[in-house]
């Protein structure tokens, strides 16, 4: 459960605008958290008035809205903040009393989030973080302050954690690279997974030809047409232009060990974390990214959640062409980049997923041969364009999905890659959206190696590596390699866990 407080400028126990983290005083939350919660409730309230406005309805949600005013006001009036030398103390005295302690040697980042209520009212929320997988969707404490005290608590802790203050109005000298409103755009329409943006223009496409079919023939099939639209907006439209508002104005820059995020058009995000929180970075190319030369870095790293939905894993650079986003690799993890070599998969890996694809093909060919004879009798009378095509549309797709089958086969056998260095080690994946993962081996948590009978048959093996993750924990597979290849990667980590070579603190909960 997350705490929304906020500080006020002239009201509530040892409250002080002017110096809002001197240790051991208590902080009361700002008004302007009351309107926000109340507000959330007036839709809802709205609607249930609309469906059942009659009699001593409307006076009975009025009533109940009254009611959660009382409630929200009770519970601002009763919550403090107390910010100690070594520690963040959130109290609250009500019939369910809560008090939460978060010490400043656990927190993975203090993040500022403003929406369009924070700017109606002049205040902003400040993110507390641990660095936890089980906290890792929540931050552990959101607390509303008025925002230039906001920007003073986030620079004094920022100091606590960092050894300096994060200074929101200073520009970096040089920034590694620019971001414009193009690359935005770009990276929100092309970073989205080719299986999606597929499923998405097909539905597009259905939705074209019902609405021609219906033109044409004057038969009704707008509803139709109109739930494809849906589609369409729901799983391609919808999430791109998430993305290009989420990341618009997007900035990123490194200070010493500290890395810096700053983006949002209606919802702004200022975020910064220590690079050694980082537990891997994974460059992404979609397939319309690839054609374009252009890839994104994303980064694992606990203690950045926002609670509002967005993607949880920091994106470290847009979609750029493939030299920038390897100088910008360079320049704000150069602890990350990859110097060691790589390596294939094995015959037996071909063998493998040769006989995965033969048994996936046959598995579809069985499945549709009913329907594709039952869809040939029932339209094989039929005349036209329509009598040609219909008849053999099923066993069609069914050759098309089959050649798509021993497509991905191929390129998978030959993109997967595996290596390992002193230090790294990185799995390369994907058939059509590629994603080159490098991680540290003081960052692994568990390693799992896999033998199915037909890889045992092969002299092969699969690995699973776990880490912490902005989501609560990621895997990331490997392709098939040799077991004892994949198996030096868990050797390495109790090695270096044995020799004290592994830092406990990179993974510190």
Known sequence: MTDDCSSDAGSGPGTAADTPTRPGEKIRCHPSIIAERSLSAIVVLAVIATQLGRGAVPAVLAILFIGLVLFNYRQWSRTTIQFNERDVVVERNTLFKMKKTLPYAKVASVNVNRGILNRVFGTSRLLVNINSGSGATVPEAVLTFRQDVAEEIRAGMAERLYGHETVAEEEPAEPPVSFTP????????????????????????????QIYVSTVTGAGAGGTALVSLLMFFTIQLAPSVSLIFHYYNYRVYRRGDTIYLEHGLVRTYKTSFDASRI??????????????????????????????????RPVLCLLKDDATQQRLLEELVPEFVDEHGRERQPAGARSVLLIRAALASLALVLVTAYPSIYLYHETAALTGVTGLVLPYALPLATAAAILAISYATYVSYRVTEFGTGTDLF????????????????????????????????????????????????????????????????GETVMERIASGEYDYRKNSI
């Open 426 to 489: 990185t799995f390369v994946n994907g058939a059509v959206d590629r994603e080159t993962v490098v991680m540290n081996y003081d960052r692994v948590q568990m390693v799992r190696i896999t033998r199915g009978p037909v890889a045992r048959i092969f002299g092969v093996a699969r690995g699973k590596v776990y880490l912490l993750s902005a989501i609560g924990g990621a895997n990331v597979s490997s392709g098939y390699f040799a077991g004892s290849r994949l198996a030096a990667v």
């Open 279 to 312: 537990n891997a970075i994974r460059v992404k190319r979609t397939l319309a990214a690839r054609l374009l030369h252009r890839s994104c870095i994303e980064a694992e790293v606990v203690g950045l959640a926002s609670g509002s939905g967005e993607s949880l």
């Open 182 to 209: 193009a690359d935005v755009i770009v990276h929100g329409l092309f970073s989205v997974s080719t299986y999606q943006t597929v499923s998405g223009f097909a539905f597009l496409a259905y939705s074209v030809v």
